[in-house]
């Protein structure tokens, strides 16, 4: 009797576009290049393709860089993380063919909002990994009843900081403090805003919870620290939440190493035969 090899045959992988070649970008690059099982690096794009190829001398199969808004014929799934201002650019295109788009720039989701009604619209999908945050699955969880507050107090080093929109036009020079200084309090919302390239996790937090509204948020700078931290408070009908992570940076002290294995991860369990976690 023959042997019917449809049953047999092993799907083609998934197409991966990595959007933005810094410290994230170039750790996703190395894990697909050493192999996530299913996928396949489709390509990348950098503001500077020369040094872009440099940096992906490494891959055993060279791949196409290309400016973002072409990444999308190459992939089925585009990982941003870039420059928050290019989201728009970066996710547009796969959302309208119903493709999904691994946000690392939730910040700029929240002033791109028209990309959520996009994503339901078209059938496209927009996930925010984890990143540098422990406990989402809880919070989302507790935010299937009633959430009365979700508070989380953010101290980083100085040189984390520096350049921050909302320190420069209020004035707040940190360069020089010898002690911890709380620069900024108010909603995940302003923080966005303020801190672009800093508090993508308070709005992480705040998609999973209560909304940048409702979400409070404390920034310290701490001269006399080395990792990035953060403290979460959640109080709810069904669990009152305390967590802390400390997170070792990569190069860039914006970022934590974290970041990049978050989304390896979510790779993982989005074409796993087990899902663990909500």
Sequence with gaps: MPVNDTFNAKPAPIRVAIAGLGAVGLAVAHALNEG????????????????????LAFLSEPVP?????????????????????????IAESFLRARKTVIILSCGALLRNEYLIELAAETGGKIIVPSGALLGLDAVSAAAEGKIESVKMVTRKPVGGLLGAPYLVEN???????????????????????GFPANLNVAVALSLAGVGADRTKLEIWADPD????????????????????????PTDNPKTGRITALSVIAALRKLNGPIRVGT
Excluded at 36 to 55: H, P, T, W
Excluded at 173 to 192: C, L, N, W, Y
Excluded at 225 to 248: F, G, P, Q
Aim: include cysteine; hydrophobic fraction near 45%; proline fraction near 3%.
């Design 36 to 55: 996530i099982d299913g996928y396949v690096l489709g390509a990348v794009s950098a503001r500077n393709k020369a040094a872009a190829a440099d940096r």
């Design 65 to 89: 860089i290309v400016a973002v808004e072409e990444l999308e014929s190459y992939a089925d799934i585009v990982i941003e993380c870039a420059p928050a201002e290019l989201l728009p650019k």
């Design 171 to 193: 004035n707040i020079d940190i360069s020089q403090i010898t002690e911890p200084m709380k620069v900024f309090d108010g909603t995940a919302r302003e923080a966005a805003v």
């Design 225 to 248: 620290l080395k990792l990035n931290t953060h403290k979460i408070s959640v109080r709810s009908d069904s669990a009152n939440l305390e967590m802390s992570i400390e997170n070792i």
